[in-house]
């Protein structure tokens, strides 16, 4: 199995600024994706950032210039810089991670979710 523990949510006042950090564990050969996605209330599970096992990143419109997706490979771990908060990006935060098993093919883990809560 592929365990993912988030950290760093939290509540914080508009413009301030949070660090996440998901760190996979268990029997991996390989992490080809992590990434980060939110859910707000009522609202879908979106995608809000990815990088690559190589370090490409993408990063959705809506937080793009305010947050940032780093990863680093050794520790199996990614992070998420959050700065200049807004009222609106308050949600559930979840790391993914597209990993392959030994004997396994290649599928998505997910963390348990963090809070973040962005008062205004």
């Known amino acids: 199995q592929v365990q993912l523990v988030e950290s760093g949510g939290g509540l914080v006042q508009a413009g301030g600024s949070l660090r996440l950090s998901c760190a996979a564990s268990?029997?991996?050969?390989?992490?080809?994706?992590m990434g980060w996605y939110r859910q707000a209330p009522g609202k879908q599970r979106e995608l809000i950032a990815g990088?690559?096992?190589?370090?490409?990143?993408n990063v959705a419109d809506s937080v793009k210039g305010r947050f940032t997706i780093s990863r680093d490979n050794a520790k199996n771990t990614v992070y998420l810089q959050m700065n200049s908060l807004k009222p609106e990006d308050t949600a559930v935060y979840y790391c993914?991670?597209?990993?392959?098993?030994?004997?396994?093919?290649?599928?998505?883990?997910w963390g348990q979710g963090t809070q973040v809560t962005v008062s205004s």
């Open positions: 990088i690559t096992s190589g370090g490409s990143t």
């Open positions: 993914n991670a597209r990993a392959t098993r030994p004997g396994w093919n290649t599928r998505d883990y």
């Open positions: 268990g029997s991996i050969v390989s992490i080809n994706v």
